[in-house]
């Protein structure tokens, strides 16, 4: 418990941590009808007296949409809002993480979207690394991504989180650090929580819209970076014979940055990964803010 931030919003309101709790009849939690985001802040590097929070509003307005799909009217402004004075509420003094969470809050059962309450928390924790930084070995799943016509997969949907979470143990359990879910057209689609970008001959290759993927804000910027470093960069669909032989591999998101891939099932890439360790170097910069002209990616919270 000692990692969470001392204050959440629940209910309408800030209240401490310990006291956000939910009923075990709530509605989300048996039917997984709530959607997520995640961002990620720290301490300003050069002001203690502030925080720096990475693409903020690209964050709320992903959240804002997911809620569509859950027929839940939850403006980006009022998500950004309520986060900047959860951030000033709990003064976080080094890196975190921010979840915040809206859900089906009724107690009836029977899976719907309709006459149903719904609410909107947020809660956030101290966090490190979410994989190592010196890479990770990933496991080809045997669980494939859902596919868009059967689950909104531009929406953080928690529910859709359960094929996530059996591709992830499946990996560990046999001995890899991480999953590389397939999609059903059998193209390689993403990661348990990442999106997946690969290097061929000096082009960045990563699966487009069209491939099932989550709409990764992590990838998002990655691309605008490699375009504005005048890297070659395709989207579009990619083989699992591409990645296996691929010069460099990197997964990216939130939680894990940019994350270079070691091995994949039992082919070595190779170690030397110019593109990746590029790319990593600079969204660290930039969310550091020593970026000038990425500034506008970085929202300055103050905290007094
Ligand atoms: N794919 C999935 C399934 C994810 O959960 C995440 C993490 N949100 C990502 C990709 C990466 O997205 P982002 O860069 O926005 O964190």
Same mark, same amino acid.
């Given at each position: ?24 009849? @709530? ?33 709320? /307005?992903?959240?804002? /949409?997911? $809620? ?16 900047? &004075? ?23 059962? $029977? ?5 149903? &309450? ?18 990770? !070995? ?8 859902? &596919?868009?016509? !059967? ?12 094929? !996530? ?25 993403? $990661? ?13 290759? @990563? ?29 579009? $669909? ?23 891939? /070691?091995?994949?099932? !039992? ?27 990425? /500034? ?9």
């Amino acid at each position: 418990m000692d990692d969470f931030l001392p204050i959440a919003y629940f209910q309408n309101q800030f209240v401490p941590f310990p006291e956000a709790k939910l009923s075990i009849a @709530t509605h989300a939690l048996h039917y997984g009808t709530g959607a997520f985001g995640g961002l990620r802040g720290i301490l300003d590097p050069q002001n203690s007296n502030q925080v720096l929070l990475f693409r903020l509003e690209r964050h709320c /307005q992903r959240l804002s /949409q997911s $809620a569509r799909y859950l027929y839940y009217d939850l403006p980006a402004e009022k998500i950004q809002k309520v986060i900047i &004075e959860f951030v000033q509420r709990n003064r976080p003094q080094t890196s975190f993480y921010i979840r915040p969470f809206v859900y089906t809050s009724d107690l009836g059962i $029977a899976p719907r979207l309709h006459n149903i &309450e719904t609410d909107f928390f947020v809660y956030g924790m101290m966090f490190g690394d979410y994989l190592s930084p010196d890479g990770v !070995s990933c496991r080809i799943s045997s669980w494939y991504r859902q &596919e868009d016509r !059967s689950f909104p997969l531009r929406g953080k949907i928690s529910g859709a989180y359960i094929t !996530s979470a059996l591709a992830k143990t499946e990996a560990v359990k046999s001995g890899f650090d991480e999953a590389i879910l397939m999609n059903t057209q059998g193209k390689v689609c993403e $990661a348990s929580g990442m999106n997946i970008f690969i290097v061929r001959n000096g082009q960045l290759i @990563t699966p487009g819209f069209d491939q099932d993927i989550l709409e990764g804000i992590t990838r998002d910027s990655v691309i605008t970076l490699a375009r504005d470093l005048g890297i070659p960069l395709v989207e579009r $669909a990619v083989d699992r014979s591409e990645l296996l032989i691929a010069d460099e591999a990197f997964l990216c998101g939130t939680a894990a940055k940019v994350v270079p891939i /070691q091995r994949v099932e !039992s082919y070595e890439l190779p170690q030397q990964r110019p593109l990746t360790e590029l790319l990593r170097s600079k969204l660290a910069a930039i969310t550091e803010n020593r970026e000038p002209a990425y /500034q506008s990616w970085v929202n300055v919270v103050p905290l007094s």
